[in-house]
């Protein structure tokens, strides 16, 4: 008796991916996010996929020195002009409590290219691991 092997559910593989990413297209539109990446961000899939990124993650209004917002679109633009990895230095970037307010919350970013059969960059994943436990407990020391 032959078995058949049913294709794999890719979205759903991505999506139970026990780390932080999201990915998003050449318009910096969230195409898909891991589970991971909506829990740590305090995100829901409903109100993330298909909005741009940036109105996902605002910067923190009560934070003028905040500059997250800059520093991600300046990322990902890089990955797709250049079509290279891309590893960035520890970043504050508060994130928005469904109360309107917000936690402060520093992140370890890197950006990876994925690439259509013509070499070209059709998304770009982001992950970002939340450094906030470790940055708050070096600065208080």
């Known amino acids: 008796m032959t078995m058949s092997v049913q294709p794999p559910d890719f979205e759903r593989l991505f999506n139970a991916i026990n780390a932080q990413y ?4 050449p318009n910096l539109r969230v195409v898909a996010a891991t589970d991971s990446f909506l829990a740590a961000t305090l995100k829901e899939r409903a109100s993330s996929v298909g909005k741009h990124i940036l109105e996902v993650f605002p910067d923190n209004p009560d ?5 997250g917002t800059e520093v991600l679109r300046g990322s990902l633009e890089e990955v797709l002009h250049t079509g290279q990895p891309l590893v960035l230095a520890p970043q504050r970037y508060d994130m928005k409590r469904s109360d309107g307010s917000y936690e402060e919350r520093y992140w370890q970013p890197h950006n990876e290219p994925v690439f259509d059969e013509d070499g070209n960059v059709i998304y770009v994943l982001h992950g970002a691991e939340d450094v906030t436990a470790q940055t708050l407990s070096e600065r208080n020391s």
């Open 63 to 67: 934070d003028p020195t905040a500059n």
């Open 22 to 25: 999201i990915a998003v297209d």
